[in-house]
């Protein structure tokens, strides 16, 4: 072959993208727009201005990272709820288990994938945090 | 036996085995819902249907029908499984199916068998129950729309526990589970009924929404309330227990407990614990390190005999060794004890003359194998609740003849054809003296009885206890009294029960010898279904006796220690786990010991009201963070293993005198495995046991008896005087000893000491429920709210002693009956 043979080709290559529609996204000037089903940060659902989730430890129980903390106690007319609701995004590992866990469609996985910070402690998203706004 | 052939097998079973339980004998699982094995059959919801060829393909219930030889059995033909899941869509069919919030998931039998069975539809319809729920007590929840009236509360409430709070109320598709007129619950709540509960109607409230049942670790343990000895499996999770688990399989109590059982673990986690040693300083107690306590505590234990100790028989026999080889060989001193010094008495001094051990000849299992039962005390089943149980099924079941002498009425005179003798408070002596008296008379007793040591001297003795007399002075008619001396005597096997404990002054050597007489003279011991059982208060009361801590050779009981901190001869006290302030008789004396006292030393799980005035106080560790054994009162020797991890800041009572041996230059200790080993060759009746062999089920300590007779003495109960009352203490169903004043459940249901008198009284003195009273006697004077009852005899009161609140030590100095006047 001749030897300047790959080097045309590349060069085609090249040349080729220099006209097509660019892959990167200038970030974060550019966004990207996420799937559907994209599984980014959790969300808890809210109807009747209370958060769906009855806390039946059932995304606990079944997340494999056992980065989610639930804690239920009984309100004033005796009915179950998250007192604590918490996930520790350092560990958690998106698989998307705990939405499907839940039995009461109370926990969803939303577009959010922005979630750098500077302490440890600023991971463990609190239910405060988790509800949908 | 007869032959079997179950899905193609060919088994045997006994004879009155129910094709259920032949088929669970040979490993074959037929489906149950509201079958127990603790209970009678009931065939209330067709889970259980099997085909027998017999019967022409029927299906039939096999939780109800016994085995036929010969019978050809299928458990699982797909007509079968059909007629199952038609079951299991009728129950759903009204069920609210609300499992994320309902604390039974995980747990629950219907869940099981409808995920088993892979119903996931309906084919039919209908509306919900909307039966509202009785949130009225704290301890047990009640939804009757999750209910599948199986009727299992309602059994078990009744054939064992034999309250009878429950039952099947309404008909048609109407019925449901309630109490008396559809009212809320209120029974002595030992949670039989939410043990049983297959679903989520009946709920533990303090453990409600605390965790998933998969999620609890389960440990098992032995109670640390009281001398029954029962066997309990703690939830655990992140260290902390969060309720006791219903295991069917534990124990001769087959999972049964009662409210102190079940309901009062919180103290194991109170944030109230103590978690760091205190030293006194400048008059107030201060946070320490251990090494200066210690070192404070072990310069105090040089002075040899100035030192004294009580210890409370919650304390494992490993601890009780221990401390007892601290207090001998490293400190010096002779004078130590548990109890107060009496509540063991009828052990140590009583059936060692008697029956020549320091432990009761019957054991809990001979109940339900008498003919006939004596029980001293109606108050034998709030001591001992789960006695009580077997007591109940005793006579419920087998027909065993139950006879009561006792100072009130109580549960247990309800039971069917009960004799309850109602006498004057304080004479049990003298009336078991009439009954062998009568005995005697009327040539009752056995041939070999006139050979046993102390035969003619008894026969002397008892002469001044016609059974007139004795009736005359106790208020019961003689005939009664020869009546039940013949039944005794006459019966096959008879056993006699009695409780003893800090709140049963009278209860002593005496009482122990004068029933000892009679199964003597009957010749009613050594053998099954007889013999006598001294309940012992404590989780290791008998554990404490047969380590031999209590005083002996010149050593000073407990009410000595104290009269000697008074008189200056003790100067250092070390308590482990006691609280003499409320428990032991004369809180005057007492607090003036405490005062008195050079050195006061405690080691403690909470600043009780002693630990509060102590030098020291050392943070220990309660009976979910140790290992170690406790005897039951009926010495089965039983291991107990941690359950939690201790607070890194708390030492167990073995470690806390393991390092003080150290510090006072002796070897330290060994492990507590090692050490029972040392126990298991000294103690008697312990030969051969190990923590090894008693891991799994624990064993009986063996004991043996030599008889001799021995004449009580009768001390004769306090005139009665115009307008006072005879005050009698003791335990109430819900507490024991002070301990249960840190489980919540205890306290929710019963969260104050009371004077218990009778309607008769109150009506004469206008007193209604809960008015506050003022009682006083020669010792001084409290008040206490009222509570009136129609079990209490004119002119007796009745006092529990487990509160610090009201500690009735204010007025009771330590005899048996108290006279006391009463005013509002
Ligand atoms: S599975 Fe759903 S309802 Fe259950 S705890 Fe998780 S979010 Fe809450
Ligand atoms: S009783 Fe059982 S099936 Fe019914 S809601 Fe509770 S867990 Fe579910
Ligand atoms: S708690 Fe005990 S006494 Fe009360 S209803 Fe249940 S079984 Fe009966
Ligand atoms: S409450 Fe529970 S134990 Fe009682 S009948 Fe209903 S399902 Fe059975
Ligand atoms: S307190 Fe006694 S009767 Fe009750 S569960 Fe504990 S050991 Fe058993
Ligand atoms: S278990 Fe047999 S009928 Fe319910």
Redesign the pocket.
């Known amino acids: 072959m001749n030897p300047i043979t790959p080097i045309i080709n590349g060069m085609k290559i090249t040349f080729k993208h220099m006209f097509l529609k660019p892959v990167t996204l200038q970030y974060p000037t550019e966004r990207p727009k996420v799937s559907q089903r994209f599984r980014g940060l959790h969300g808890l659902k809210v109807s009747h201005s209370k958060a769906k989730c009855v806390a039946c430890y059932l995304c606990p129980t079944v997340c494999p990272a056992k980065c989610i903390t639930v804690e239920a106690a009984e309100d004033a007319n005796h009915d179950k709820y998250a007192s604590v609701y918490e996930i520790d995004m350092l560990r958690c590992i998106f698989c998307g288990y705990c939405v499907e866990a839940c039995p009461v469609d109370a926990l969803k996985m939303t577009g959010e994938f922005e979630l750098a910070n500077y302490h440890r402690q600023d991971f463990i998203y609190s239910k405060e945090r988790l509800l949908e706004k | 036996m007869v032959n079997v052939t179950i899905d193609d097998k060919q088994v045997t079973a006994p004879k009155t085995a129910t094709i259920y339980e032949a088929a669970k004998l040979n490993g074959i699982k037929i489906p149950i819902l509201c079958h127990d094995k603790k209970l009678k059959p009931f065939g209330a919801c067709r889970m259980c249907l099997v085909e027998v060829e017999q019967m022409k393909g029927r299906q039939i219930p096999a939780c109800t029908t016994p085995v036929t030889e010969g019978m050809i059995i299928r458990t699982s033909t797909p007509d079968i499984i059909k007629a199952r899941k038609m079951v299991l869509e009728l129950l759903l069919l009204n069920h609210p199916l609300d499992c994320p919030v309902c604390d039974k998931s995980g747990d629950c039998d219907l869940q099981n068998l409808t995920y088993e069975y892979k119903v996931n539809t309906n084919r039919f319809k209908d509306e919900k129950f909307h039966h509202s729920i009785d949130y009225n007590n704290p301890l047990i929840e009640r939804d009757m729309n999750r209910?599948?009236?199986?009727?299992?509360?309602?059994r078990i409430c009744d054939e064992i526990v034999s309250f009878g709070a429950l039952t099947f109320i309404d008909r048609g598709i109407e019925t449901k589970?309630g109490c008396e007129f559809d009212d809320a619950l209120n029974c002595e709540f030992c949670g039989s009924?939410i043990s049983?509960?297959?679903?989520g109607?009946?709920l533990a409230r303090p453990f409600k929404h605390k965790a998933r049942f998969w999620a609890l670790t389960k440990h098992t343990s032995v109670c640390g309330y009281c001398g029954t000895g029962c066997n309990l499996t703690l939830g655990v999770k992140d260290n902390k227990v969060l309720t006791t688990i219903y295991d069917e399989n534990q124990g001769f109590h087959k999972g049964q407990l009662c409210v102190r059982g079940r309901f009062g673990y919180q103290f194991i986690n109170s944030s109230q614990r103590l978690t760091s040693p205190l030293v006194r300083k400048n008059g107030k107690l201060m946070e320490t390190s251990w090494d200066e306590a210690l070192e404070l505590v072990a310069g105090r234990l040089k002075n040899g005999t100035s030192v004294a100790a009580l210890a409370t028989p919650r304390l494992t026999n490993e601890e009780l060794a221990l401390f007892k080889t601290l207090l001998l060989e490293n400190v010096g001193t002779k004078n130590f004890d548990h109890s107060a010094g009496f509540a063991h008495s009828a052990l140590t001094e009583g059936f060692v003359r008697s029956f020549g051990e320091s432990a009761s000849s019957a054991s809990i299992l001979d109940i339900q194998k008498s003919d006939m039962l004596l029980v001293i005390k109606t108050d034998s089943y709030e001591t001992h609740p789960v006695v009580g149980f077997e007591v109940n099924m005793a006579v419920k079941n087998k027909g065993v003849k139950l006879a009561i002498i006792s100072d009130k009425r109580g549960k247990l005179s309800k039971l069917p054809d009960a004799t309850t003798l109602v006498h004057r408070p304080g004479c049990e002596v003298a009336i078991l003296n009439a009954i062998a008296k009568t005995i005697i008379d009327e040539k009752l007793f056995v041939d070999t009885a006139s050979t046993v040591p102390g035969y003619a001297e008894i026969v002397k003795a008892l002469s001044e206890f016609s059974a007139e007399s004795v009736a005359a002075q106790s208020g019961l008619a003689a005939a009664d009294i020869k009546k039940l001396a013949s039944e005794y005597a006459t019966a096959e096997k008879a056993l006699i029960v009695f409780p003893v404990g800090q709140g049963y002054a009278g209860h002593n050597a005496d009482l122990a010898s004068a029933t000892a007489n009679l199964a003597i003279l009957t010749g009613k011991y050594g053998k099954e279904g007889c013999g006598v059982l001294c309940l012992s208060e404590k989780s290791n009361s008998q554990g404490a006796v047969d380590m031999g801590f209590y005083a002996q050779d010149g050593g000073l009981n407990g009410l000595q220690i104290l009269d000697a901190c008074v008189s200056g001869t003790v100067k250092t006290l070390f308590i482990a786990g006691e609280d003499p302030l409320t428990s032991y008789p004369d809180r005057t004396k007492v607090k003036a010991a405490l005062d008195a006292v050079e050195f006061l030393v405690v080691s403690e799980l909470f600043l009780t009201e002693t630990a509060a005035m102590a030098d020291v106080v050392l943070p220990a560790c309660s009976f979910a963070e140790k290992e170690g054994t406790f005897t039951s009162t009926d010495r089965r020797v039983q291991y107990i293993k941690p359950a939690i991890r201790k607070n890194a800041q708390t030492k167990t009572d073995y470690e806390i005198f393991s390092d003080l041996i150290t510090c006072l230059g002796g070897q330290a200790a060994v492990t507590p495995a090692e050490k029972f080993s040392e126990i298991a060759e000294h103690a008697p009746g312990y030969t051969g046991l190990s923590h090894i062999i008693l891991r799994k089920d624990g064993a009986f300590a063996t004991a043996a008896t030599k008889p001799a007779f021995v004449v009580p003495k009768a001390t004769p109960s306090p005139a009665t005087e115009n307008g006072k009352f005879a005050l009698v203490t003791g335990s109430v169903l819900y507490h024991n000893g002070t301990l249960s004043q840190y489980g919540e459940g205890p306290m929710h249901v019963c969260p104050e000491g009371y004077l218990e008198l009778s309607r008769t009284d109150a009506s004469a003195y206008k007193i209604a429920d809960n008015d506050l009273i003022t009682v006083a006697s020669a010792a001084g004077s409290m008040q206490l709210k009222a509570k009136v009852s129609s079990r209490m005899p004119a002119g007796v009161v009745f006092a529990p002693y487990h509160f610090s609140s009201a500690p009735i030590n204010t007025i009771w100095t330590g005899s048996p009956v108290t006279m006391v006047t009463v005013a509002k």
């Open positions: 209910c599948v009236l199986c009727g299992k509360c309602a589970i009924c049983v509960c297959p679903v109607s009946l």
